[in-house]
């Protein structure tokens, strides 16, 4: 994992800020749920290359390039096709990350949320690997709806590197707000071992994506 350029703020992908993507962002956030969200809109072609983009630290890859996962870099070549994922999970927070016992409402409001969409291979994204987990210290982002009026999104409290999401303080390591060498390095085995004063963050990054994984030694 390596730190990557923050995406541009105002130059948003047309798809994630439509009349149609805004209807259902609404729908979704006056039901508090996230079902109806459709992966279109935040999956779509222009989303998709943007992000093949941003994770090489490019504006526009040339043909004969590929895009990475933001966690482990694996390159498609390498892997299954790479997948537009959510940073903060937009259907529900694992229960391992709650009380154990329950599983927490997920961040529906940020599911076209610009700054929250991340692409990552299928290995870190899996069910059993990242999926619905999102550890933080303190207190959990209060839901809000940012479509404000009409065919009208109000983004000021729903960008990452802003508050109130940066109250959470995310345990796990975002490459486009953390410096991911101020937490991870390699042994001398190539074995990914956390340092640093905050080590405890990037050994559950490493825990829940697995980034010490047979394919990536």
């Known amino acids: 994992m390596i730190h990557?350029?923050?995406?541009?703020?105002?130059?948003?992908?047309n798809y994630i800020i439509s009349a149609g993507a805004l209807r259902q962002l609404n729908r979704t956030c006056l039901s508090s749920s996230a079902k109806y969200i459709n992966s279109t809109y935040y999956a779509s072609d222009d989303v998709y290359l943007l992000l093949r983009a941003y994770s090489v630290n490019k504006a526009v890859l040339q043909a004969n390039e590929s895009g990475k996962c933001y966690y482990c870099e694996s390159k498609t070549?390498?892997?299954?096709k790479l997948q537009v994922e959510h940073y903060r999970p937009k259907a529900m927070v694992d229960k391992l990350d709650h009380d154990g016992i329950n599983t927490l409402p997920g961040y529906y409001w940020l599911a076209l949320e610009w700054s929250n969409l991340l692409l990552s291979c299928s290995n870190c994204n899996k069910r059993d690997a990242k999926g619905f987990r999102f550890p933080i210290l303190g207190q959990r982002a209060m839901p809000i709806n940012p479509v404000t009026l009409p065919n009208h999104l109000d983004r000021s409290q729903c960008l990452a590197s802003g508050n109130p999401l940066l109250l959470e303080l995310p345990v796990l390591l975002n490459p486009e707000i953390d410096h991911p060498e101020e937490f991870l390095r390699f042994d001398d085995k190539g074995v990914l071992v956390s340092h640093g004063a905050n080590a405890f963050r990037a050994d559950q990054t490493i825990t829940i994506l697995k980034l010490n994984r047979d394919l990536l030694l």
């Open 4 to 13: 990557l350029r923050m995406k541009e703020r105002e130059l948003l992908p």
């Open 77 to 80: 070549e390498y892997s299954s």
